[in-house]
């Protein structure tokens, strides 16, 4: 389907610059990427006083800062000045990147303009349950029931939705009942700074001399599954004691994490790093010698993928997400979620250099097919179809929720 006309999309997100997250970097992935090649992007997110937009067409809605469980702006949705604008846009499309505030308001301006709704599932939502502060069994059955009943009901009332995973494919379709009208694509890698990104100089400037450098990017979270990933490096180190694992992200389990290494007596071979700048992480891969991930909840491998991109070989649970990335001993290890599983797959790397560089090789192979011009050429097919879809007023299937029209 060939693009014959310049698109006005609307991109509607709880969170964008200057939070740095997976949903962050879609949305200014695909933005930057639709805009290069002609389309008009306009973004929709939270306010933030303290954060100046160097980009234009970004609209910021109000939001209040929560500090339960962690420190996040809650957009409140609801604004006299979008509400005059976004008529005068002549959208195409409205893309929203959560289902609910200004998920919500995205699918509300959708009906008011007659515009086709797009909606990325790019969470597991029911497994952040345990962010509600009643730990209860009976307490988190009904969350997850009541998050299970809202997103169902949500997407019968987009024309598409865009799934970043097969993994999250299957999920949508034997847990959500999914049947049609829905797309894989990936966020996708912009290649060149990490092709251009100088990795020796950070390893210089961080002392990291000989040491073996394992990175992992990710936020401190319980969902991240990062005491696993401590604990195999506290096993692996005993048969490589230059073995040091260098974490990037911040996070409200950052102190818990912090004793647990001393607690495992570690403490020495374990770096918190805290948040980098998005365009500072392509040069702290490439300083590195391999990836390390543990995390069993991702909905895409966003970062196994900028890992890719950096010719690191992976280590990794074999997880959603990670496994729509990684072949497993093609790129790296993909092993069962356990410690010693973690170690022995670190061990058996570090002590055969001509596999690391058979990984390393494959991974620069393997990412290609991930690059980002590619996937938004799928993504500019997804909107016109909706905008067909939209004429011929035809929804999303969901099993026993199927729109009527």
């Given at each position: 389907?060939?693009?014959?006309?310049?698109?006005?999309?609307?991109?509607?997100?709880?969170?964008?610059?200057?939070?740095?997250?997976?949903?962050?970097?879609?949305?200014?992935?695909?933005?930057?990427?639709?805009?290069?090649?002609?389309?008009?992007?306009?973004?929709?997110?939270?306010?933030?006083?303290?954060?100046?937009?160097?980009?234009?067409?970004?609209?910021?809605?109000?939001?209040?800062?929560?500090?339960?469980?962690?420190?996040?702006?809650?957009?409140?949705?609801?604004?006299?000045?979008?509400?005059?604008?976004?008529?005068?846009?002549?959208?195409?499309?409205?893309?929203?990147?959560?289902?609910?505030?200004?998920?919500?308001?995205?699918?509300?301006?959708?009906?008011?303009?007659?515009?086709?709704?797009?909606?990325?599932?790019?969470?597991?939502?029911?497994?952040?349950?345990?962010?509600?502060?009643f730990p209860q069994e009976a307490v988190q059955k009904f969350v997850k029931d009541a998050?299970?009943?809202?997103?169902?009901?949500?997407?019968?009332?987009?024309?598409?939705?865009?799934?970043?995973?097969?993994?999250?494919?299957?999920?949508?379709?034997?847990?959500?009942?999914?049947?049609?009208?829905?797309?894989?694509?990936?966020?996708?890698?912009?290649?060149?700074?990490?092709?251009?990104?100088?990795?020796?100089?950070?390893?210089?400037?961080?002392?990291?001399?000989?040491?073996?450098?394992?990175?992992?990017?990710?936020?401190?979270?319980?969902?991240?599954?990062?005491?696993?990933?401590?604990?195999?490096?506290?096993?692996?180190?005993?048969?490589?004691?230059?073995?040091?694992?260098?974490?990037?992200?911040?996070?409200?389990?950052?102190?818990?994490?912090?004793?647990?290494?001393?607690?495992?007596?570690?403490?020495?071979?374990?770096?918190?790093?805290?948040?980098?700048?998005?365009?500072?992480?392509?040069?702290?891969?490439?300083?590195?010698?391999?990836?390390?991930?543990?995390?069993?909840?991702?909905?895409?491998?966003?970062?196994?993928?900028?890992?890719?991109?950096?010719?690191?070989?992976?280590?990794?649970?074999?997880?959603?997400g990670t496994r729509d990335v990684i072949e497993n001993n093609r790129q790296g290890f993909l092993?069962?979620?356990?410690?010693?599983?973690?170690?022995?797959?670190?061990?058996?790397?570090?002590?055969?250099?001509?596999?690391?560089?058979?990984?390393?090789?494959?991974?620069?192979?393997?990412?290609?097919?991930?690059?980002?011009?590619?996937?938004?050429?799928?993504?500019?097919?997804?909107?016109?179809?909706?905008?067909?879809?939209?004429?011929?007023?035809?929804?999303?299937?969901?099993?026993?929720?199927?729109?009527?029209?």
């Amino acid at each position: 389907m060939e693009t014959i006309r310049r698109m006005h999309i609307a991109q509607f997100t709880n969170a964008y610059l200057p939070v740095v997250n997976g949903v962050v970097r879609s949305v200014s992935t695909f933005r930057n990427s639709l805009t290069e090649i002609g389309h008009n992007v306009f973004v929709f997110a939270q306010e933030d006083h303290h954060y100046i937009d160097k980009e234009p067409f970004i609209f910021r809605y109000p939001s209040v800062h929560l500090h339960y469980p962690v420190e996040i702006p809650a957009v409140i949705p609801m604004s006299p000045f979008v509400d005059r604008l976004i008529p005068s846009l002549k959208l195409d499309v409205i893309h929203t990147h959560h289902p609910i505030l200004l998920g919500q308001a995205a699918a509300i301006k959708a009906q008011e303009l007659d515009l086709p709704l797009i909606f990325t599932f790019h969470t597991q939502y029911r497994e952040y349950s345990h962010y509600v502060p009643f730990p209860q069994e009976a307490v988190q059955k009904f969350v997850k029931d009541a998050v299970y009943n809202w997103l169902r009901e949500f997407m019968v009332n987009c024309q598409h939705i865009v799934v970043p995973s097969e993994s999250m494919l299957d999920i949508l379709i034997k847990d959500y009942g999914l049947e049609d009208h829905y797309t894989v694509i990936p966020t996708g890698i912009d290649l060149r700074p990490f092709k251009e990104a100088d990795g020796k100089l950070v390893r210089a400037n961080q002392g990291w001399g000989n040491d073996i450098i394992m990175i992992s990017v990710g936020r401190l979270a319980p969902e991240k599954n990062w005491q696993t990933l401590l604990k195999a490096v506290s096993l692996a180190i005993r048969n490589e004691l230059n073995l040091r694992l260098v974490i990037l992200g911040e996070g409200p389990e950052r102190n818990n994490l912090e004793d647990l290494s001393k607690t495992l007596g570690i403490a020495n071979h374990v770096e918190f790093l805290g948040e980098v700048a998005f365009k500072d992480i392509p040069a702290f891969l490439k300083a590195a010698d391999l990836f390390g991930f543990a995390s069993t909840t991702e909905t895409q491998g966003l970062v196994t993928m900028e890992a890719l991109a950096a010719g690191l070989p992976v280590i990794a649970v074999n997880a959603s997400g990670t496994r729509d990335v990684i072949e497993n001993n093609r790129q790296g290890f993909l092993v069962d979620n356990d410690p010693q599983a973690l170690a022995k797959a670190i061990g058996e790397l570090l002590q055969t250099p001509e596999l690391i560089q058979k990984f390393s090789a494959r991974a620069l192979k393997r990412i290609r097919s991930f690059e980002i011009m590619t996937l938004t050429k799928n993504l500019i097919e997804v909107y016109e179809q909706a905008i067909q879809d939209k004429k011929e007023r035809q929804f999303v299937g969901i099993q026993e929720l199927r729109k009527e029209v």
